[in-house]
């Protein structure tokens, strides 16, 4: 890895001398922002907070309490909407694209108070009290801790500060596994940009999560490198492959559901699917897109349309 990373560094500055990259796009902002600049960046309010586990660990937790602008009626109570990412991503997820078409953009100007949550070993979550994030401890987690601390923490967090008992809850699907770097910031803000390596970023996303090319905005892919993937633990890794998978019981989940799936999504097996679509008891609404691979769902052009403005509908119908 440090190999190549030295191999790349020399041909960027190589490049740069010699004009081999002249035909570079300019470098979207975003990709050397953290998720409060970029918030910020949109002419959006934002908040940050630091929530701890009760086993210990320090998540960042982020806030779009209102729209880009701000209304006579913004001191009332708004309804809160909190966004969970899935593996390998951050809470940047939902705002890497235009305001038009982020998630969480969106619902800020359709009058929600909008949380983002960060998982424990994600480029934002990775302090803790007593444990270094170097250490063997410190990453020995998977999707059950998460599960069991980390969303507790973050939605009790969350009641106490608004006030709120009624909560929208968005899913996306031995040490760190694919953590973001500065090694993938300059991919992202360094590589991607150039019109030589524009293709091979995408692909990159592709092969990770299914092809869409017509429905991605490649003018952002350095975007996308830079804050993805954001980190997780090995042993969380470990935990999804494994071919023998726990068993949830869902059946006791009475809350109710809304879903969405891709047919081209490689990272959601249609016959997985359609198991858990009979266990979910409350089932309110379900659509399969049939172009939709994984990064469709965050970064689809047209994914205001197919999905997004059916989550404001639903939640408009059931408050």
């Known amino acids: 890895m440090w190999y190549l990373f030295k191999v790349i560094t020399f041909i ?16 979207n902002p975003e990709t050397n922002m953290n998720i409060s600049q970029i918030i910020s960046y949109w002419g959006y309010p934002d908040e940050e907070y630091d929530i701890v586990t009760e086993d210990g660990y320090i998540l960042g937790l982020y806030r779009i309490p209102y729209g880009k602008i701000k209304s006579d009626n913004n001191s009332a109570q708004r309804r809160v909407v909190y966004l969970q990412h899935g593996l390998l991503t951050s809470a940047s997820s ?54 069991k601390y980390d969303l507790p923490a ?19 699907g031995n040490k760190d596994f694919l953590p973001n770097s500065p090694f993938t910031r300059i991919i992202g803000s360094k590589l991607c940009p150039q019109k030589i390596f524009v293709k091979i970023c995408s692909r990159i996303l592709f092969m990770m999560c299914g092809y869409d090319q017509k429905n991605l905005n490649m003018s952002r892919v350095d975007v996308y490198m830079a804050h993805n993937p954001a980190g997780t633990s090995v042993q969380n890794i470990l935990h999804w492959i494994q071919t023998t998978a726990p068993l949830y019981n869902v059946t006791n989940m009475n809350v109710s559901t809304a879903t969405w799936n891709g047919a081209n999504d490689l990272l959601a097996d249609p016959e997985d699917v359609n198991i858990l679509l009979s266990e979910i008891r409350n089932h309110i609404y379900h659509k399969t897109i049939s172009h939709y ?22 939640i408009q119908d059931h408050l």
């Open 94 to 147: 939902w705002i890497s694209n235009l305001p038009n078409n982020s998630l969480g953009f969106i619902l800020a100007d359709a009058g929600y108070d909008v949380w983002m949550g960060n998982s424990r070993g994600t480029i934002w979550s990775r302090k803790h009290l007593y444990l270094k994030s170097n250490s063997k401890e410190f990453w020995a987690f998977s999707f059950d801790e998460m599960a």
């Open 154 to 172: 973050s939605i009790d967090f969350i009641v106490k500060q608004t006030g709120q008992e009624k909560i929208f809850y968005v899913l996306f």
């Open 12 to 27: 960027t500055n190589l490049g740069a001398i010699h004009g081999a990259f002249r035909y570079q796009r300019s470098v």
């Open 293 to 314: 691979s994984h990064i469709d769902f965050l970064f689809g052009l047209d994914v205001y349309h197919q999905v997004y403005r059916e989550i404001i509908d639903i």
